[in-house]
């Protein structure tokens, strides 16, 4: 028995990515889901990709808050490249729409105190059609390192799943080998998952900081509530290999777009917190309304998020379509973890009808109850007796988060 615990520990220092980055889940930009690959910039001057689009929402988010809450790795999705690699064979940009260049464009982002992220492609070529990175491997990794870039999000189109475990630790090598630190974000279990094959997450853990398991978000909350179910059915087999250094991706926030109310909104950030989820938006900040804004840059849900613990939270009751979530993090008081709740209704007759959730169905059993806060809400804070109950009204299709602490014994 000692021995398997000692392996186990063993597993978890040894046989993880250890380039000291993502102990907490990454928070940052980018364009995929909001700008997609708009490369028309006649038509959509301000919108299209491009250099100025990404100076704007790095002006932004140094200027308005977003980066001071955490969020600070803009991030470059597909369709930044030129159709060819460059006579050297080096990945170049698109000479019109990035004109000064990657580098240029990653120090400006640097002279903001954000970080620059990038995206590639392990295959023949991006999604979108752009130079994918095989047989470039170590080249692309150096040429990234040479800009300066300090996240890659390598994609997957265009490649044999089969390849994939050790292609992307080819990469995650030649990464290494370049001395920059770059957070190393891997696409390959969207690959496998949806084809009905379990990705190894072992491997994913050796090779990468983070992980999109399964489809892309889309600006809907069919799209947010289908994540969110397909995280939940596969949670048991996902969440342990969620910690620091290394993470499940649900992929984006959408917060602040089209398709979310603001309720939905606070699901999508309650849940998103909840799972330990990169905090990544795709969004417009240069629109965002200020009910959307306050859920994005909320302290307590951002805290929630980037627990240290790094635990993922599971779905552990539901009660007439109402579920709820836990998550255990910090403080610790007296032996009794703190917990994060996240409440989602997928009722969708009009009312916010009141749930109650026993502590003691919960598995919440702090000798003393609990304080009880609501995060997006300004209540005032409350408590709850050992053996009571949680009972908040969640709206349809809305999210509540809330958080408990455990109140400590009292001293005589
Ligand atoms: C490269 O890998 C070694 C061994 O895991 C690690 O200590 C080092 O921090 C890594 N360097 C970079 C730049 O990722
Ligand atoms: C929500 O309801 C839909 C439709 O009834 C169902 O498919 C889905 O699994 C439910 N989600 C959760 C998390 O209970």
């Given at each position: 028995?000692?021995?398997?615990?000692?392996?186990?520990?063993?597993?978890?220092?040894?046989?993880?990515?250890?380039?000291?980055?993502?102990?907490?889940?990454?928070?940052?930009?980018?364009?995929?889901?909001r700008?997609?690959?708009?490369?028309?910039?006649?038509?959509?001057?301000?919108?299209?990709?491009?250099?100025?689009?990404?100076?704007?929402?790095?002006?932004?988010?140094?200027s308005?808050?977003?980066?001071?809450?955490?969020y600070?790795?803009?991030?470059?999705?597909?369709?930044?490249?030129d159709?060819?690699?460059a006579?050297?064979?080096?990945?170049?940009?698109?000479?019109?729409?990035?004109?000064?260049?990657?580098?240029?464009?990653?120090?400006?982002?640097?002279?903001?105190?954000?970080?620059?992220?990038?995206?590639?492609?392990?295959?023949?070529?991006?999604?979108?059609?752009?130079?994918?990175?095989?047989?470039?491997?170590e080249?692309?990794?150096?040429?990234?390192?040479?800009?300066?870039v300090?996240?890659?999000?390598?994609?997957?189109?265009?490649?044999?799943?089969?390849?994939?475990?050790?292609?992307?630790a080819?990469?995650?090598?030649?990464?290494?080998?370049?001395?920059?630190?770059?957070?190393?974000?891997?696409?390959?279990?969207a690959?496998?998952?949806?084809?009905?094959?379990?990705?190894?997450?072992?491997?994913?853990?050796?090779?990468?900081?983070?992980?999109?398991?399964w489809?892309?978000?889309?600006?809907?909350?069919?799209?947010?509530?289908?994540?969110?179910?397909?995280?939940?059915?596969?949670?048991?087999?996902?969440?342990?290999?969620?910690?620091?250094?290394?993470?499940?991706?649900?992929?984006?926030?959408?917060?602040?777009?089209?398709?979310?109310?603001?309720?939905?909104?606070?699901?999508?950030?309650?849940?998103?917190?909840?799972?330990?989820?990169?905090?990544?938006?795709?969004?417009?900040?240069?629109?965002?309304?200020?009910?959307?804004?306050?859920?994005?840059?909320?302290?307590?849900?951002?805290?929630?998020?980037?627990?240290?613990?790094?635990?993922?939270?599971?779905?552990?009751?539901s009660?007439?379509?109402?579920?709820?979530?836990?998550k255990?993090?910090?403080?610790?008081?007296?032996?009794?973890?703190?917990?994060?709740?996240?409440?989602?209704?997928?009722?969708?007759?009009?009312?916010?009808?009141?749930?109650?959730?026993?502590?003691?169905?919960?598995?919440?059993?702090?000798?003393?109850?609990?304080?009880?806060?609501?995060?997006?809400?300004?209540?005032?804070?409350?408590?709850?007796?050992?053996?009571?109950?949680?009972?908040?009204?969640?709206?349809?299709?809305?999210?509540?988060?809330?958080?408990?602490?455990?109140?400590?014994k009292?001293?005589?």
């Open positions: 028995m000692i021995q398997i615990i000692f392996f186990c520990l063993m597993g978890i220092s040894v046989y993880a990515l250890d380039n000291g980055l993502a102990i907490k889940p990454p928070m940052g930009w980018m364009h995929w889901q700008f997609r690959c708009v490369i028309d910039c006649e038509t959509y001057p301000d919108e299209c990709v491009s250099e100025d689009l990404f100076r704007k929402m790095a002006d932004i988010m140094e308005e808050g977003y980066l001071n809450a955490g600070n790795y803009i991030i470059v999705d597909d369709c930044w490249m159709k060819n690699r006579n050297d064979n080096r990945l170049q940009a698109d000479p019109i729409r990035f004109k000064s260049g990657m580098k240029s464009l990653g120090d400006y982002i640097h002279s903001k105190g954000l970080k620059f992220g990038i995206y590639g492609d392990y295959g023949t070529h991006t999604c979108a059609g752009y130079p994918g990175s095989l047989n470039y491997l080249l692309d990794a150096q040429t990234f390192a040479d800009w300066g300090d996240y890659v999000k390598l994609d997957g189109c265009y490649s044999d799943p089969d390849t994939m475990v050790e292609g992307y080819a990469f995650g090598n030649y990464l290494n080998k370049t001395k920059r630190p770059m957070v190393y974000s891997c696409s390959w279990p690959y496998q998952e949806p084809d009905g094959h379990e990705a190894d997450y072992d491997a994913l853990k050796k090779t990468c900081n983070l992980w999109r398991n489809d892309d978000i889309d600006d809907s909350w069919s799209s947010v509530s289908s994540i969110i179910d397909w995280f939940t059915k596969h949670q048991d087999r996902l969440a342990p290999h969620s910690g620091p250094g290394h993470w499940n991706d649900p992929d984006m926030l959408i917060i602040g777009n089209y398709g979310l109310s603001e309720d939905q909104s606070k699901a999508q950030m309650a849940i998103w917190s909840i799972m330990a989820a990169p905090l990544i938006m795709s969004n417009d900040l240069r629109a965002m309304k200020t009910e959307f804004k306050n859920i994005l840059l909320n302290k307590e849900a951002i805290g929630i998020n980037q627990d240290a613990l790094g635990i993922q939270g599971k779905l552990i009751a009660n007439k379509k109402v579920n709820l979530w836990t255990p993090i910090l403080p610790k008081v007296d032996g009794y973890f703190s917990q994060a709740v996240g409440l989602v209704s997928n009722r969708t007759d009009g009312f916010a009808y009141l749930s109650d959730f026993k502590l003691d169905d919960i598995g919440l059993d702090a000798p003393n109850g609990y304080t009880i806060q609501n995060i997006f809400e300004n209540e005032k804070m409350y408590t709850i007796p050992p053996h009571g109950s949680i009972s908040a009204r969640v709206p349809p299709n809305g999210g509540v988060l809330l958080k408990l602490v455990p109140i400590p009292k001293h005589l």
